[in-house]
């Protein structure tokens, strides 16, 4: 089935391409079938992928991010969460909030960046404060819902470093977890929180420029263009991300 | 965008995915055209408009909640038992409103409030109030093309009394038997303007005139429960339902009238 969204920078729509090319350049349109974003420090666009694929499909199905688990796929456990990041007011620096992954569809990730529980491994090798403070406490039992936890913590931690037990079960309260009993999990939060701050953030100094790479620009046209045709691909094709510095892994791993 | 849903009528407008996201993971919904609103500027701010605020379609709940946490601490606490921060960082008002679900819980706080919506077709902007809204269950008055631009809320003024709560089975994360909301001005120990809303006891979110007008210009001592079973047995059809049998819907309904009235009569005393 052929279709398209909406993206939209501005109130106003943008005319799209009136014709297709396959070039490697940036399709710069808000009517469109590609969905580009930040994916720690590059930039992955997705095209032609069908517009009700769910982020976390695409994350585990098309960039092989398979950390990020599907439980429920209706919103409720959380093992699907994931943080999404857009730039703040000044352009400097990167605001985050959860999301269910599950539920979120492709389309919304334009322009924005992603950070999976992929994402936290610090440049060393070593494992964000909250993880690390999730093993020393045995804040993780079968293990599923615990990149959501994690991912749900880091988010909270970005601007709540010095959180109350409450606070962080406010910020649990979208992630089911039936083997701990969660005192652990509040336990290991505070112990990552005695982490100097800087620790705790996310590094995103990479996706910062590159969020205003994808910014899609405020142009006004006329509203009667919006009816001419949209890529013909969307719907059809897999989705290419023409940006991606590594090579796809391939699954199962061997 | 408004364009675009002229020319594309059947578009699926998206926001917070929170309804969308299911319908498509259990329902297996396609849309042929989906229009993403989160990165419409003029759709994603809260604009002070003096009296009320104006909060746009594609406004978060979490938004939400921290503008409304000292004007409405009783809506605050009913959006942070909405749904977890991952829901509440994407949900809106707007979709909470458009998909008019009967037990949607902004929409009692909203109704009492005297919330309005600016709905927008093309270029041509109208004004409705939320009451005026639903003509039953998950039906509205927006017309093909017709979209929520935005949600007018009025600030709170002297002397007026706001309160929400929501009754459900699990405080956290869960689907409201009811959820009451009262909205009065206090004249003395009188109430005036009184304004009582509620969601789960009716097709769609709705106010409540038989309660509002055994309430208005009396004091708190002035209440009895049994007025208010009355009033709620001659304003509602009694139906059980999954979430809670009526006789204790009609209970709670009751009794979360009384206790916000007795609540501020107390507070008022005490002040």
């Known amino acids: 089935m052929i279709g398209h969204f909406y993206v939209g920078a501005t109130d106003v729509v943008v005319a799209p391409r009136a014709s297709i090319t396959l070039s490697r350049k940036p399709l710069m349109t808000q009517v469109t079938n590609t969905v580009r974003f930040v994916l720690d420090g590059e ?31 209706e919103g409720d456990c959380g093992a699907c969460v994931i943080m999404i990041g857009e730039l703040n007011e000044a352009g400097d620096a990167v605001e985050y909030k959860p999301v269910n992954s599950c539920i979120q569809l492709l389309p919304a990730l334009d322009g924005k960046s992603v950070k999976t529980v992929e994402s936290l491994k610090k440049s060393d090798g070593r494992l964000h404060p909250v993880q690390a403070a999730m093993v020393e406490c045995h804040g993780s039992q079968c293990g599923f819902c615990t990149p959501g936890i994690v991912m749900s913590l880091t988010n909270m931690v970005q601007t709540n470093t010095t959180p109350t037990r409450k606070d962080v079960a406010d910020a649990l309260s979208g992630n089911l977890c039936r083997c701990t009993g969660y005192i652990p999990i509040i336990d290991a939060t505070l112990k990552a929180c ?61 | 965008m408004a364009a675009y849903l002229t020319a594309f009528p059947d578009t699926q407008l998206l926001a917070g995915s929170t309804e969308i996201g299911l319908q498509v993971n259990k ?31 594609a406004v978060s709940l979490a938004t939400v909640e921290v503008l409304l946490a000292d004007a409405y601490p009783d809506f605050a606490e009913v959006l942070r038992r909405f749904g977890s921060p991952p829901i509440r960082s994407t949900a809106t008002l707007a979709g909470n409103i458009v998909n008019g679900s009967p037990i949607g819980d902004t929409m009692p706080c909203l109704l009492a409030l005297g919330a309005s919506l600016v709905l927008r077709k093309g270029k041509a902007t109208r004004t409705v109030m ?3 809204f639903y003509t039953g269950m998950k039906q509205n008055v927006l017309q093909p093309s017709e979209f929520v631009e935005a949600i007018v809320l009025p600030k709170p003024v002297a002397n007026q009394v706001f309160r929400a709560h929501k009754i459900s089975k699990r405080f956290e994360q869960d689907i409201s038997a009811t959820c009451c909301a009262v909205s009065f001005m206090r004249t003395g120990d009188r109430m005036t303007q009184v304004k009582v809303a509620y ?27 049994d007025a208010i079973d009355a009033a709620i047995a001659a304003s509602f059809t009694a139906r059980d339902g999954l979430r809670a049998t009526w006789a204790y819907r009609s209970l709670v309904a009751r009794n979360l009238v009384l206790q916000f009235v007795e609540e501020a009569a107390n507070a008022a005393q005490e002040a």
């Open chain 1, 43 to 73: 930039i992955v666009e997705a095209q032609g992928v069908r517009r009700t694929t769910t982020v976390l499909d695409y994350l585990r199905e098309d960039l092989q991010r398979t950390g990020t688990k599907e439980g429920c796929a």
């Open chain 1, 194 to 254: 005695s982490q100097p701050a800087a620790d705790l953030k996310v590094d995103d100094k990479a996706d910062v420029p590159l969020l205003k790479e994808i910014r899609r620009p405020s142009i006004q046209r006329s509203a009667s263009t919006v009816t001419s045709s949209c890529n013909p691909l969307c719907g059809h094709a897999r989705a290419v991300s023409l940006f991606r510095l590594q090579p796809l892994k391939k699954w199962p791993p061997t």
């Open chain 2, 27 to 57: 329902q297996f919904s396609r849309p042929k055209h989906i229009c993403y609103l989160g990165n419409v500027k003029a759709l994603s701010t809260v604009k002070d408009e003096g009296s009320a605020w104006t909060i746009g379609a």
């Open chain 2, 130 to 132: 939320l009451e005026n």
């Open chain 2, 199 to 225: 969601n789960g006891l009716a097709p769609s979110p709705c106010r409540a005139p038989k309660i509002e007008v055994l309430l208005e210009g009396k004091s708190a001592t002035d209440v009895s429960a």
